[in-house]
């Protein structure tokens, strides 16, 4: 819950304060608000396009840079749903994700971007979907209580965020969030196809993370939760979990895992999520965001303002000092030894190098 977390706090202290007139607008219905301040606003996700760099937070505000996180400029944005996921594939193909079910794309490197898909049309999506293989399997017990599920999920509303966001290119992606809530693309995001029925989820936990490592694709979540997806099978299978804390959030390189989670806990597999050996960081919080760099080193941020730096694969990890600390969200390579961090009050550029 940490990326939502940082997200609704501001939300409710913004609405306590806030006068209350006129009839109510859906967010999903209102575009983002050009703000001079977008910069210094609470932001929870980053990434790179390209040379650039893409930043999503809060009301829906994307930002991007072409000078290392120097300079921001804000992107045209159709709705102003708080935003908790964004990812590239390419220089300018990118998607991002947040609350009320929303998923944006972009085809010119974060500059505008259009909605694909909202919570609305999840929920029907999902209720359709599971409508039609009760058909075709003549309504198992089990495919009768996901159908009656799905039903409640639109009946309560578009009100279940996306929390992330990965693709392998530009056709062939996935958005995963909160109560199990997984889709899937193999055009872009012309049209998606739930796989809620195809994780080994029964709880239905939130799912808070995806991604893969070399040629393995990873989910992490909530209550220890790690699952691993089955190419031949076409389905995510849980994974021997070596805590029950929730994950939130997974970095990998071929041959390498890390996830990480509540608690400063980091966990660490070098045999495809068989085994997993615990690594010790000095970090008593929540670890919310994690990069790989480009010279192999992996970095990752915590709630509390800490940022650590692994050169040995992820085996260790030691402090990079951070000059006025902030509570984080996540983090990426802003060019020749420089981190971008992204948290509560926004964008801040550091040294990348070990004290």
Do not use: C
């Not at 029925?197 to 992490?220: E, F, K, Q, V």
């Not at 994950?247 to 980091?266: D, I, Q, S, T």
């Not at 000059?323 to 550091?350: C, F, Q, W, Y």
């Amino acid at each position: 819950m940490i990326k939502k977390v940082i997200a609704l706090s501001v939300l409710v202290l913004f609405a306590a304060a806030a006068p209350s007139f006129g009839e109510f607008r859906d967010n999903l219905d209102v575009p983002s608000q050009m703000s001079k301040l977008a910069a210094s606003s609470p932001l929870l996700a980053v990434t790179r396009a390209g040379d650039r760099l893409v930043a999503a937070g809060q009301r829906g505000h994307i930002l991007y840079s072409d000078d290392g996180g120097q300079t921001w400029v804000q992107a045209t944005v159709p709705v102003s749903s708080d935003l908790t996921g964004v990812y590239f594939p390419t220089p300018k193909k990118g998607w991002a994700v947040g609350h009320d079910g929303i998923v944006l794309s972009s085809d010119n490197g974060g500059t505008s971007w259009t909605k694909q898909l909202d919570g609305r049309q999840a929920n029907r999506l999902l209720m359709e979907s599971l409508e039609h293989k009760s058909k075709e399997r003549k309504a198992s017990a089990p495919d009768a209580n996901l159908l009656e599920e799905s039903k409640r999920f639109v009946e309560q509303g578009p009100d279940k965020p996306f929390l992330d966001v990965w693709f392998s290119d530009e056709k062939n992606g996935y958005v995963v969030g909160a109560f199990n809530l997984i889709f899937k693309t193999t055009d872009g995001g012309k049209t998606w196809e739930s796989w809620f029925d195809r994780t080994d989820n029964p709880s239905r936990m939130h799912l808070y993370a995806i991604r893969p490592a070399g040629d393995m694709l990873y989910i992490a979540g909530e209550g220890g939760m790690l699952l691993k997806l089955d190419s031949a099978k076409q389905r995510f299978d849980r994974l021997q979990s070596p805590y029950n804390g929730s994950f939130f959030g997974l970095v990998g390189k071929p041959g390498m895992v890390l996830a990480y989670g509540l608690r400063g806990n980091v966990f660490r597999s070098d045999n495809g999520g068989a085994i997993w050996q615990k690594v010790e960081v000095a970090v008593p919080a929540a670890l919310v965001g994690g990069a790989v760099l480009r010279d192999g080193g992996i970095v990752l941020v915590s709630q509390s303002g800490q940022v650590l730096k692994s050169t040995d694969n992820g085996r260790s990890f030691r402090a990079v000092p951070v000059n006025r600390s902030m509570p984080l969200a996540a983090v990426v390579e802003a060019g020749s030894d420089k981190l971008l961090i992204v948290g509560l009050r926004g964008t801040r550029t550091i040294a990348a190098n070990q004290p």
